[in-house]
């Protein structure tokens, strides 16, 4: 005759005791409130190793900007800074007329920082909480957009810049990027979950029209995600090569065709382009730097929505 043990009685408004975890380690499998995962020393090793690398590329960059072509081709190469950083500064500054064109790149770069975050967060708005006929095809179209390899538009492009007399001018880099569908997509996105209907009805019943509800409702829920695209179109536009080498002049370059410039010699000294290389970057570090945190706030905002 066998025997069944009773369930164990707990008293009145005590909740049970946890069930082990399979292998008979009580452990909890999910974290409270307030709790946080403890990184180990492996953990640590590749945060050490990642950073390493990531912080590398830029240590070369110096080290190469601070010696003569000479030594940087030696084998092997050197991996202490030398004493010739700010002659190449120098000469790479005079060579490629890097004042005017980091004036171009400031202008371009943010002229379409600010124009994408303005436009494609109006229209991700729309797609995201207007009702309007056709609204699903014309988010598909423009996701469709994505799709298509921007080698193919630059012959018509290049041809309509020439028609309107934008050739060689900034205008003729800046309009062509004003808006982008991945921009589009991005802001719908994150306003279907950011922005409840809920608020906008709110908003309207107190008689608040389409443009106070952008500029005191939307405008506010999207600053995170604002911030993220930002920081994203803004280095793009830095670092953009391919068009503005098409539409540009020698005389009025960006400062990636500047830097390009200082290469297309046939022997070009690796020593200045590298001092013009860390010239580029800083600007990006210092935009980092002081957008950091709001930039780190936008991402992990968007990473805990939902």
């Known amino acids: 005759m066998t025997t069944t043990s009773s369930p164990t009685k707990t008293a009145p408004g005590v909740p049970p ?29 590749a945060l050490i190793i990642v950073g390493l690398g990531s912080v590398f590329p830029l240590y070369w960059t110096l080290v190469a900007a601070s010696h003569d072509q000479q030594r940087v081709l030696d084998s092997p190469p050197p991996f202490i800074p030398g004493g010739r950083l700010w002659n190449n500064l120098e000469a790479a500054w005079e060579q490629a007329n890097l004042g005017k064109a980091i004036v171009n790149s400031v202008i371009v770069s943010g002229s379409i920082t600010v124009a994408t975050l303005f436009f494609c967060t109006l229209a991700g708005y729309a797609f995201a909480k207007m009702r309007f006929r056709g609204r699903g095809v014309l988010m598909t179209a423009v996701i469709a957009t994505l799709t298509i390899p921007p080698q193919l538009s ?34 719908r996105q994150y306003l279907l979950e950011a922005l409840p209907y809920e608020l906008i009805e709110a908003a309207k019943v107190d008689g608040a029209n389409n443009l106070r509800i952008v500029w005191s409702i939307v405008l506010p829920a999207a600053r995170p995600a604002m911030m993220v695209l930002g920081m994203l179109t803004f280095v793009q536009a830095w670092n953009d090569f391919f068009w503005p080498f098409l539409s540009l002049s020698a005389e009025n370059p960006t400062l990636q065709v500047a830097l390009g410039q200082l290469s297309a010699s046939y022997t070009p000294d690796q020593s200045i382009v590298m001092a013009g290389a860390l010239i580029s970057t800083l600007p990006l570090l210092v935009v980092f730097v002081v957008f950091g945190k709001q930039i780190v706030g936008g991402i992990m905002a968007g990473a805990v929505k939902g």
């Open 17 to 45: 005791a946890p069930l082990p975890a399979p292998g008979g380690k009580g452990r909890r499998l999910k974290l409270g409130a307030g709790e946080q995962l403890k990184g180990g020393p492996y953990t640590y090793l």
């Open 154 to 187: 630059v012959v018509p492009l290049f041809m309509m810049m020439a028609d309107i007399g934008w050739g060689g001018k900034l205008e003729s880099v800046i309009f062509p990027t004003l808006v982008g569908a991945f921009g589009v997509f991005f802001m």
